[in-house]
């Protein structure tokens, strides 16, 4: 089965490159020519990105593309079939492709996920992903390769917040694919005019009920993700009383994912866990608990995602569903903080993580707003996503306490953990 990335018109998008680009940069000693669509001067007209992309590839790490590519093609041999890419300049078009990128999805809703596996896929190859941040605590600020990944998703996402990323047909496409479970989606006045307006897609009210709205003593989850505990401490930790959690043998602050929260400290003891959403689920997040917004903001960081294949060869997103080789990512990914303070848990840390093409993690509260549990709080535009809760050591929340995702996902507003005190436990 075959992929393909719809893009919009230059006329439409308005982002067409320059006549006559020469498609060098600082370092590059021949031109790159376009295998399938070309100017009038025979070369391919790629986005000022792209090219940057190719200049510094070619001073750090000659022929390190084509490589990356060989290396993918080794591992999955569909990735030729698939997307037509066999080697750096077929790469090269097919991210040119990305950024005036018209979404579309098939019945079995798998290929917009395929699609942004197969970018990071190859990105992750060697000699690539050593030129990029690694996932370690001791790491500070970002390469210039994993700069570049956050600059190019941000501009994946802006031309997902124009017009021109939707069409009547590729709207259709999610309406015939069962898995985004379109009929559940509000429809705006006007309808979706863009493609994030249709992946923050709100829900019909009354789908998504809130358990036991006036019980603290019980949280949620904040959104419609899947928790598996079943990989020991890599969805669910202990804080130990010097602040970190253990992921796969290593250890991370807790001070480092809250970045100069001064409620870090707070957490010591407590309890970590996280969940992840799929591409077809609804991505908004609901407060998990109620009560007083403490601290509310954004941290800016990576756009990774770690993508590679398993048992049935296929590729996949790592630290989902299967088992990452780089646990602990989510301490170095853009994302948002909200601290709740709640009168029978305490402190409630909600995290929403953004992962691979995401241009934004918008936050929807401020301090010093009072929430209700099930209230919404943020939203992830276009990518992958995680959610991490923290809690803190007076909540008395126990890794048996958690109720783990049983079926394809779980809702948001549905029980998410019991803590031991409380009306819930009488």
């Not at 079943?230 to 992921?247: C, K």
Request: charged letters at 20%; hydrophobic letters at 40%; a negative charge.
């Amino acid at each position: 089965m075959s992929l393909s990335v719809t893009t919009a018109p230059d006329e439409v998008t308005s982002i067409s490159p320059i006549s006559h680009l020469d498609s060098k940069a600082p370092g590059i000693t021949q031109k790159v020519i376009h295998e399938t669509s070309t100017s009038n001067d025979g070369y391919l007209r790629f986005n000022p990105v792209i090219v940057m992309l190719i200049g510094y590839l070619e001073q750090v790490s000659p022929g390190g593309l084509d490589s990356a590519v060989h290396s993918a093609l080794e591992k999955n041999p569909d990735f030729r079939s698939k997307l037509s890419i066999k080697d750096a300049n077929s790469f090269l078009t097919f991210a040119n492709d990305l950024l005036k990128w018209v979404p579309r999805e098939s019945f079995e809703g798998k290929d917009i996920y395929d699609i942004l596996c197969t970018f990071y896929f190859v990105l992750d190859q060697p000699p690539l992903r050593k030129l990029q941040t690694p996932i370690r605590p001791d790491s500070q600020g970002l390469t210039w390769l994993s700069s570049w990944i956050v600059v190019y998703a941000q501009l994946v996402g802006q031309f997902l917040d124009t017009p021109a990323s939707i069409t009547p047909s590729s709207l259709q496409s999610f309406a015939t694919s069962p898995p985004y479970r379109f009929h559940e989606a509000e429809i705006p006045k006007g309808g979706f005019r863009t493609f994030n307006a249709f992946f923050t897609r709100r829900l019909k009210p009354g789908l998504r009920p809130i358990a036991c709205p006036d019980d603290d003593s019980v949280i949620v989850y904040p959104a419609d993700c899947t928790y598996d505990n079943s990989l020991a401490n890599q969805s669910i930790s202990r804080i130990s009383p010097h602040g970190s959690v253990e992921i796969k043998n290593v250890r991370w602050p807790i001070s480092m994912l809250l970045q100069g929260s001064a409620h870090a400290a707070d957490f010591d003891g407590g309890n970590w866990m996280h969940a992840f959403l799929n591409t077809t689920n609804y991505h908004r997040q609901h407060a998990p608990v109620s009560g007083r917004v403490l601290e509310a903001k954004n941290i800016q960081g990576m756009a990774h995602l770690e993508a590679d294949t398993v048992g049935d060869g296929q590729v996949r997103m790592m630290g989902g569903a299967d088992a990452s080789e780089n646990p602990g990512y989510q301490f170095l990914q853009t994302r948002g903080l909200v601290v709740i303070e709640n009168p029978v848990l305490g402190k409630v840390a909600f995290l929403p993580i953004g992962m691979a093409m995401v241009s934004s993690v918008d936050l929807f509260v401020a301090e010093g707003d009072v929430v209700r549990k099930g209230d919404e709080v943020s939203c992830f535009r276009f990518g992958g996503s995680d959610v991490i809760c923290i809690f803190q050591e007076k909540a008395g929340l126990r890794v048996e306490d958690f109720v783990p995702t049983s079926g394809e996902f779980s809702k948001y507003g549905s029980i998410l953990a019991r803590a031991p005190t409380g009306s819930s436990r009488m």
